[in-house]
């Protein structure tokens, strides 16, 4: 049950509260009488529509003010102009590994106001690149677009990113939306039912208040503002969240009460699919909408554009919702939880008025059913129920978690294994799967083109989980997380108690530290039949810390018996694992010491999940011959998992999803 509900972000125990919502929509409606008014200044551009007024800078389009509530600004007025409410990214040349680079705001050159009537304003702030700027700015055409709507408690935001023909490669490592507020004013953060909070001030994070531990980004508050939060550890990483669950999150302020909320009502414009998981809001008081970046994936997600390639993608629109429903957090946080669903409900939108957004009368459907057949389990296929389906760019199996050019629609099966795609953006696409339960990737061989109001029956889809034989054993669950393993418990030295219920105990500061204090001598030895991997097998395998500095190579033994080994039959180790950050996984058998390893996966993995408190990154699966000969007869075996990579200073790691042990194929079946 547990590892089901551990990626659920905001989407749980929503309490519909029928008072407050109701007071909304009456104000709103008296409100919504107010048509919507556009001004410009000498270098601004002043929208508003009784709810909310906001300022642009002109040409940039950057958000200088947003007016709302009695609050003349909920954006950071200290900061520059330029660092208030932004679209920014980084990029780096062809041919560097492209998680770094340099870092841009995104200037508009130009602005124009696409559409200006009593029910929609919509800017746009453009900029172009062209010979001149080579090496020196982003070769992108960008149109960032900004929207409010007549009676509309908030605004949304998109952007058209062009790449043409005939303009030279790059890498594009990040790009997001970044929103800085008060911090005089926003105290309380939520980002889920379980991850809500009054949060430290950016302050606590200075030298003279915090310690940075093992990298920047987490502080120990040594001596925060408020004392309530000493000893706690501050890392933006303890706030993030799959894709598929991040659909709102946000700040508020109780004097005077006010909610900061963004709500992403579609994932189809994020990369990696809909388990990649990225970064939210933060210490600062920060908001961020991350369309692309690396975070809990490495350089796999670095959009690699070629010299000459055409490319066009749209961003968004999301919608920035403010709102005043209520004294309490919790009131404000559910009312924003009803407006996401509202939200949703509305997606695809109708408003935008670039043609490069995709309406819903442009998109198709595709609906059908999965089912899963491994007959070393049962003799005939059942449906995949609770399964993740989706459509993205045509590619290998499972290739849709490094996938980051197009876009990717994904749901969930029904207990009958049904599915179905709404809302599809035309384009050729294959058909992707996976089963909570089963290894491996589904992917149907048939390209599949969706076309303006297609609706498509792919009928009966058959996932053949990989597998050669009878489990011998099996560790842990399939499920791309090893959220079903050993937590151990933090240090209490950088324990935070927001983190410490079941669903977050994972998130908490330098976990991988605690191996060393539970190891200290010899490394874990799990034993099939008597072991019990809740209790005996840590969620990371991780060096082992020695002397503060130098981390060693760590070697896990599997110790199993087996009856009747058949010499000449080929064993299947089947190694999935849930992350990976530069390891060399080597795999033994009976003879820890032998130089040549049965398998080695080399060095893999970027994905930084354990440093970046996931507990899971990008999903792997190693599928590993041991021949008979070198197993034992009617006796014990082992096998040795051994991480080399010693002395990396950071504790790169790998995280287990699951381990199967099969027999030889049945003979002459
Ligand atoms: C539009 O906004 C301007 C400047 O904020 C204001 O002076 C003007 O009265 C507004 N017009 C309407 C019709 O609300
Ligand atoms: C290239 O772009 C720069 C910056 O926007 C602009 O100043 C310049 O006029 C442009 N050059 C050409 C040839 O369009
Ligand atoms: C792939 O899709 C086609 C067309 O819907 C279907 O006929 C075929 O059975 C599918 N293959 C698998 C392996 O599900
Ligand atoms: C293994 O192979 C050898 C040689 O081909 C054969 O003599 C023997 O019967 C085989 N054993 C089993 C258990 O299949």
Redesign the pocket.
Known sequence: MYPLIVFVCALSLLILSSDTLYATRAQRSSMASIGVNLTFTDNHVVVSNGFVRMIFSNPEGHITSIQYNGMENLLEVINDESSRGYWDLVWSPPGTPGTTGTFERIVG?SCQVIVETEEQVELSFSTTW?S??EGKHVPLKIDKRFVLLRGSSGFYSYAIYEHLEGWPGFNLAETRIVFKLRNDKFHYMAMSDYRRRYMPSPNDRSPNRGKPLAYPEAVLLVNPVEPEFKGEVDDKYQYSCETEDLKIHGWISTDPPVGFWQITPSNEFRTGGPTKQDLTSHVGPTNLAMFVSTHYAGSDLVIKFKNREKWKKVFGPVFMYLSSTGEEPLTLWNDAKNQMLEEVGKWPYSFPASSDFHKAHERGRISGRLFVYDRFITDEKTPATSASIGLAPPGDPGSWQRENKGYQFWTKTDVEGRFSIKNVVAGTYNVYAWVHGFIGDFKNDSTITITQGCDIDVGDLVFEPPRDGPTLWEIGVPDRSAAEFYIPDSDRMYTNMFLANDHNRFRQYGLWERYAKLYPDGDLVFTIGQSDYKKDWFFAHVNRKRYDIMYEKTTWTIKFKLHDVNKNGTYKLRLALASAQLSDLQVRANDPNTDSPLFSTGTIGGDNAVARHGIHGLYWLFNVDIPGKFLNLDGENAIYLTKINEGIIFPGGIMYDYIRLEGPPPCCS
């Open positions: 050159t062209n001149s700027l």
